[in-house]
T-cell receptor, first 113, second 110 residues
């Protein structure tokens, strides 16, 4: 596989569930990102990791918990979400933090019931 | 933080030119980007322009930057049905963060 992959592509969960989104990049990049895409809103940067260290956390509620075990993998752990958290969650990577050509995965479409 | 604004929708006829506009607020933006999102896919970088340039052309794509007015546009010549997608404008600030707009959904009518 090449590029940036995300699983699952679709997820439906209840407000009391715990689930995780997975992102994997096969590009040898050192920086990875989580974004939230909601209809009619700007793409929102949630978290940034550089060399497996979190360098940015844009006031994201604690019900979203990222994890970056190595430079190729990024997770977003979800628990007790709200219906307004329903959105497309996009993962991206770039060569490093100062190089801003970002490569995006296809996203996980999350629906919270 | 930076505010990046775009109109939500644009429709054009096949063969016509499309112009997608974007405004931003941070005058210290260093690079400005255009990304394309096709249905069911992530964003793909189309082109970018450095803030000290006012125009960049790449085949059917022309980017115009008016730094004084903080206005960026993307012109697609001879628009094809395969150009139907959502186009995102993004601004990079000194902190290396990208600030995206809402995206403009371009519909090409055959």
């Amino acid at each position: 596989e090449t590029g940036v992959t995300q699983t699952p592509r679709h997820l439906v969960m209840g407000m009391t569930n715990k689930k995780s989104l997975k992102c994997e990049q096969h590009l040898g990049h050192n920086a990875m990102y989580w974004y939230k895409q909601s209809a009619k809103k700007p793409l929102e940067l949630m978290f940034v990791y550089s060399l497996e260290e979190r360098v940015e956390n844009n006031s994201v509620p604690s019900r979203f918990s990222p994890e970056c075990p190595n430079s190729s993998h990024l997770f977003l752990h979800l628990h007790t979400l709200q219906p307004e958290d329903s959105a497309l969650y996009l993962c991206a990577s770039s060569q490093d933090r100062s190089y801003n050509e970002q490569f995006f995965g296809p996203g996980t479409r999350l629906t919270v019931l | 933080g930076e505010d990046v604004e775009q109109s939500l929708f644009l429709s054009v006829r096949e063969g016509d030119s499309s112009v997608i506009n974007c405004t931003y607020t941070d005058s210290s933006s260093t690079y400005l980007y255009w990304y394309k999102q096709e249905p069911g896919a992530g964003l793909q970088l189309l082109t970018y322009i450095f803030s000290n340039m006012d125009m960049k052309q790449d085949q059917r794509l022309t980017v115009l930057l008016n730094k004084k007015d903080k206005h960026l546009s993307l012109r697609i010549a001879d628009t094809q049905t395969g150009d139907s997608a959502i186009y995102f404008c993004a601004s990079e600030t000194g902190a290396n963060n990208l600030f995206f707009g809402t995206g403009t959904r371009l519909t090409v009518i055959p």
